[in-house]
């Protein structure tokens, strides 16, 4: 058996979809137009719950992993995996087992080979949904933040991140990029992104948000936020703003341990919630939970997402927020430090949850959502009124009417030479130049020919061409200049940067790409030594802006916020004078010696 697929494949008419959905025709015929023009038209879809068992309402509330290129008929790797971790061999018997109502797919997982291969995928995915008695279609999702998050790379257009996108400033450019990588998910059989991140990044040693938000400046962020949801919202995916209530100021990585945000009430109010105020205003379909403490909103001692003050009492009541709540993966050791994998997904309901994403074991939680309505924990009414939210939103993006996707409406959409155009148009406005000694930039191929382009180069995100040091290369001998890459890594040894000092004898400047500068980074050592062959320093900040406060000395340096390839080829336009530098930095640098001292400050940037 194998997968719906996107090509000549015979389509299920409409009326079949129609009529595997639940056999409720008014129900499904709920197109998004006629869902706004009523409101919100539940009757329909409060028939269908009504005729659902327990089991299958416990399983639509759950987003689950799984691995696998197609639904039918994976790889063995991927079949082992799915025996291991689930219990099941494929997606489709997942579905049937657990009658789950959301999948997010991952790269690791093996869902996102091509853009073909999703889209059949998807349509696997809901085949076998809608195959099932009462069968309803499935809410794929998945985390396509752009910049250093991506999970769908190539050939489907990358859009710089958030920080970028924050040093543009443009919300135009926020919207063009939630209207055209809506419009790709979409295609692809993905309805939910979660993105954007709403987030306000004030801490720079966070290591967990840091350039996947749009800054420091709340109303700066939230203006972007809004914008990026309005794009992603009218190309017909749902837009998740995450991750509440604020994961901006914590020095703790939530997927290995418990943040503690210690901001008050007030301060709160001042800057973590504007951004998720202003994505509520511009009718944000989703929100993800964060798994952090904050005693100021929950004295508890419970993760936000097990919250009830936090999730009812101020996401829901306070700022009148009646959209989808989901989790933030409940695999991550914020959440289950304080209880066990069997009280989470109760906790998280309980709290006003309306998803659970991507719990450890699924057989454990939904055997104890199950067991909690069974003992009076969890109502049955309280199951509906999470259901009554997902299927809302299921209606609004056409799902119960159109769950398919087709081949040509790949082709039609993902990574058109318009998108990419338009993805390479936003980056030139993003690029910061913060260092420009003696005018050094823009270096001209008359000047410096020859280009030693060394440094750290980290994993690529999905589905970039990758090496970093390789793309700026590549890219500055495409615009005249004969550079050479060696790549030095992020913790270069002496021996490899004696390599570089050797090599750059050979050249009229050499190019750093830099990625998280630490005091005792051995990259400072490779860029003093490099500086000492008195040749020209040009530094590329790969990931975060504020390496610059520790390489005092260099002769240049550019801000790129991430180091996918649509970012690094527009800082090397921007080294070569085909674009002048735009950015403006969207958050401060603080001075390395003295972190209360501001060495650059928000908006900050240097032009030709």
């Known amino acids: 058996m194998h997968d719906a697929g996107t090509g000549?494949?015979?389509?299920?008419?409409?009326?079949?979809?129609?009529a595997a959905t639940a056999g409720l025709t008014a129900a499904l015929a709920l197109t998004p137009d006629t869902a706004r023009a009523a409101g919100h038209d539940d009757e329909p879809l409060r028939a269908l719950i009504a005729r659902m068992t327990l089991e299958e309402k416990v399983g639509q509330l759950f987003v689950m992993r799984v691995y696998g290129h197609s639904a039918t008929d994976p790889d063995q790797a991927d079949i082992d995996a799915n025996l291991k971790e689930i219990g099941v061999r494929t997606a489709a018997e997942l579905i049937a087992k657990y009658r789950v109502g959301g999948i997010i797919y991952f790269t690791w997982a093996h869902n996102t080979r091509d853009p073909h291969q999703i889209a059949d995928l998807s349509n696997g995915i809901q085949k076998a949904s809608l195959d099932q008695p009462r069968g309803l279609p499935v809410l794929i999702a998945t985390d396509q933040e752009h910049g250093i998050v991506a999970r769908v790379g190539r050939p489907a257009t990358l859009f710089p991140g958030a920080m970028a996108l924050g040093a543009g400033g443009s919300r135009s450019d926020a919207r063009t990029l939630g209207r055209i990588a809506g419009a790709e998910l979409r295609a692809l059989g993905i309805r939910q992104d979660y993105a954007p991140d709403a987030d306000v990044n004030v801490n720079p040693a966070n290591p967990v948000i840091?350039?996947?938000?749009?800054?420091?400046?709340?109303?700066?962020?939230?203006?972007?936020?809004?914008?990026?949801?309005?794009?992603?919202?009218?190309?017909?995916?749902?837009?998740?703003?995450?991750?509440?209530?604020?994961?901006?100021d914590t020095a703790v990585d939530s997927h290995f341990g418990f943040p503690v945000i210690t901001h008050s009430r007030e301060l709160w109010e001042k800057l973590d919630a504007v951004p998720f105020r202003a994505a509520?205003?511009?009718?944000?379909?989703?929100?993800?939970?964060?798994?952090?403490?904050?005693?100021?909103?929950?004295?508890s001692g419970d993760p936000a997402t097990l919250s009830r003050p936090i999730l009812t009492g101020i996401l829901r009541e306070e700022l009148g927020y009646d959209g989808v709540v989901v989790t933030d993966s409940l695999g991550m050791e914020g959440v289950r430090q304080k209880y066990g994998d069997d009280r989470v997904p109760v906790l998280a309901l309980r709290a006003g949850a309306d998803q659970l994403l991507n719990p450890p074991s699924l057989d454990v939680a939904w055997n104890a959502v199950l067991k909690a309505v069974h003992d009076g924990e969890l109502?049955?009414?309280?199951?509906?009124?999470?259901?009554?939210?997902?299927?809302?939103?299921?209606?609004?993006?056409?799902?119960?009417?159109?769950?398919?996707?087709?081949?040509a409406g790949v082709d039609r959409?993902?990574?058109?030479?318009?998108?990419?155009?338009?993805?390479?148009?936003?980056?030139?406005?993003?690029?910061?130049?913060?260092?420009?000694?003696?005018?050094?930039?823009?270096?001209?191929?008359?000047?410096?020919?020859?280009?030693?382009?060394?440094?750290?180069?980290?994993?690529?995100?999905?589905?970039?061409?990758?090496?970093?040091?390789?793309?700026?290369?590549?890219?500055?001998?495409?615009?005249?200049?004969?550079?050479?890459?060696?790549?030095?890594?992020?913790?270069?040894?002496?021996?490899?940067?004696?390599?570089?000092?050797?090599?750059?004898g050979d050249a009229d400047a050499v190019v750093v790409g830099t990625y998280?500068?630490?005091?005792?980074?051995?990259?400072?050592?490779?860029?003093?030594?490099?500086?000492?062959?008195?040749?020209?320093?040009?530094?590329?900040?790969?990931?975060?802006?504020?390496?610059?406060?520790?390489?005092?000395?260099?002769?240049?340096?550019?801000?790129?916020y991430s180091w996918t390839d649509v970012e690094l080829r527009a800082a090397a336009r921007v080294i070569a004078g085909r674009v002048r530098p735009r950015g403006r930095l969207p958050v401060p640098v603080q001075r390395a010696d003295d972190p209360a001292q501001v060495l650059y400050p928000i908006g900050y940037g240097l032009s030709y």
């Open 210 to 248: 840091g350039v996947r938000s749009f800054g420091a400046d709340p109303d700066a962020v939230a203006g972007l936020v809004a914008a990026e949801v309005s794009g992603y919202q009218r190309s017909g995916v749902a837009a998740t703003a995450k991750h509440f209530p604020g994961h901006g």
């Open 413 to 504: 959409t993902v990574g058109t030479p318009a998108h990419l155009r338009a993805a390479d148009r936003i980056a030139d406005r993003t690029t910061t130049l913060l260092v420009n000694r003696r005018g050094l930039l823009p270096l001209s191929p008359r000047t410096h020919p020859r280009l030693l382009v060394v440094g750290a180069d980290p994993a690529s995100p999905s589905g970039t061409d990758g090496p970093p040091t390789t793309v700026l290369a590549n890219t500055l001998t495409g615009l005249g200049f004969t550079a050479t890459a060696l790549s030095t890594g992020t913790a270069p040894s002496a021996a490899t940067i004696a390599r570089a000092v050797t090599a750059a």
């Open 280 to 299: 509520i205003r511009a009718g944000i379909d989703s929100i993800m939970t964060a798994h952090i403490m904050v005693p100021a909103l929950d004295d």
């Open 379 to 407: 109502t049955e009414a309280r199951l509906d009124e999470s259901l009554l939210r997902v299927l809302r939103l299921k209606a609004k993006l056409g799902l119960l009417d159109r769950p398919y996707v087709t081949s």
């Open 8 to 18: 000549s494949t015979a389509r299920p008419s409409r009326r079949t979809v129609l």
């Open 516 to 560: 998280n500068v630490g005091a005792a980074s051995p990259q400072r050592t490779l860029v003093d030594q490099v500086l000492a062959t008195g040749k020209p320093v040009i530094a590329v900040a790969v990931r975060n802006p504020y390496d610059v406060a520790r390489l005092p000395d260099v002769d240049a340096c550019v801000a790129s």
